[in-house]
């Protein structure tokens, strides 16, 4: 099969279009043909290489992925073949408490699909039986890959961690980024005011489209100023945070008394100061999220089929085309999610 292959870390150059066998499956796992595999940034740093974490090589990167059903191992009972699914992208070992309470993502043996095993820049690809979940009614194979890691990391941070609430204030970081473009639609589908921000105004008329209520230019308006113009000298009850060094200061200093502040990365730089001030005189509170049970990817899909969330995909490129792609995210051209097709 065809498959985009690294055998050592570095630029986009060390990505590989080359042909190699395809994956042998064991009993609980099913072989994907696969349609369609979305870019995320944690392609990007496994690519890099991050320090202290080792990956297998050769490696495949891609952590979400739909396709068709081509062959399922002996006991596996819950797919057949010709089914059309998409990927959960994590799994954690399923033995140990926390995988038993349903947490498996913080299971100390807690696997991404592209990450510590091989993912989806490929014709085919293995996993385990439990993570091939139907996909939604209405949803194309493009757009069915767009949905897995963004829309678990937003309704985790947004649902399960920051508790939202209808009337809340909520400011998004980055709308054009896939999390972002996620975490407007999830915030107004709870009924809440949606802040975001952006470097352009084309993004910023995207991110109108989605819902969001007030929109900052981030490179023209300083957002910390604007959002207390806009919840009038009060602040944000929560921050949605992903960006990091360049903006978390701000973004502790923005919330309103009893504010949250949920963050899943740090893409600018993971070096802060936090200001222990506003931390305890304004009762706030700092809240870590890292991915999100199956469950939760099962809630999230539910909102998908009658529209009321919806995937965004900016553009598609051909796997073989998957070192573009990645220099495409990394300049951060897109708004939504961008797509490799093998
Ligand atoms: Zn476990």
Not at 114 to 128: C, F, L, S, T
Not at 194 to 216: F, Q
Not at 221 to 231: A, L, Y
């Amino acid at each position: 099969m065809k498959a985009v292959v690294f055998n050592e870390h570095g630029d986009t150059g060390v990505l590989n279009y080359s042909d190699i066998e395809r994956p042998e499956i064991a009993a609980d796992e099913v072989l994907v043909k696969i349609e369609a595999c979305a870019l995320n940034h944690l392609d990007i740093f496994v690519r890099q290489g991050m320090p202290g974490i080792k990956i297998p090589f050769p490696h495949i990167g891609g952590s979400d992925m739909s396709g068709i059903v081509e062959e399922v191992g002996s006991v596996v009972t819950n797919v057949k073949p010709g089914d059309r699914i998409l990927a959960s992208p994590g799994f954690g070992c399923g033995t140990c408490q926390v995988c038993r309470s349903g947490n498996e993502y913080l299971c100390r043996k807690y696997y991404l699909l592209g990450y510590q095993v091989d993912g989806g820049y490929a014709e085919y690809a293995k996993i385990p039986a439990r993570n091939a979940l139907p996909i939604p009614d209405g949803l194309d194979f493009n757009e069915a890959a767009a949905v897995p890691l963004v829309f678990l990391t937003a309704w985790h941070m947004l649902v399960t961690r920051a508790k939202i609430q209808p009337g809340e204030i909520v400011l998004i970081h980055a709308a054009g980024s896939g999390v972002g473009s996620a975490g407007i639609q999830i915030a107004k589908l709870f009924g809440a005011t949606v802040i975001t921000t952006a470097s352009s105004n084309d993004k910023l008329e995207k991110a109108k489209e989605l819902g969001a209520d007030h929109t900052i230019n981030y490179l023209e308006e300083d957002f910390f100023k604007r959002s207390k113009e806009i919840s009038k000298r009060k602040g944000v009850d929560i921050v949605f945070e992903h960006v990091g060094a360049s903006t978390f200061e701000k973004s502790i200093m923005v919330l309103a008394t009893n504010g949250r502040l949920v963050t899943c990365g740090a893409t600018t730089g993971y070096d802060s100061k936090l200001d222990l001030r506003y931390l305890f005189a304004k009762h706030l509170t700092i809240l870590g999220s890292y991915m999100a049970n199956t469950s939760e990817l099962m809630e999230v899909l539910k909102f998908f089929p009658t529209g009321q969330l919806k995937p965004v995909i900016d553009r598609k490129f051909p796997l073989k085309d998957a070192a573009e792609a990645q220099l495409y995210l990394t300049e951060r051209r897109q708004f939504g999610k961008i797509i490799l097709n093998p």
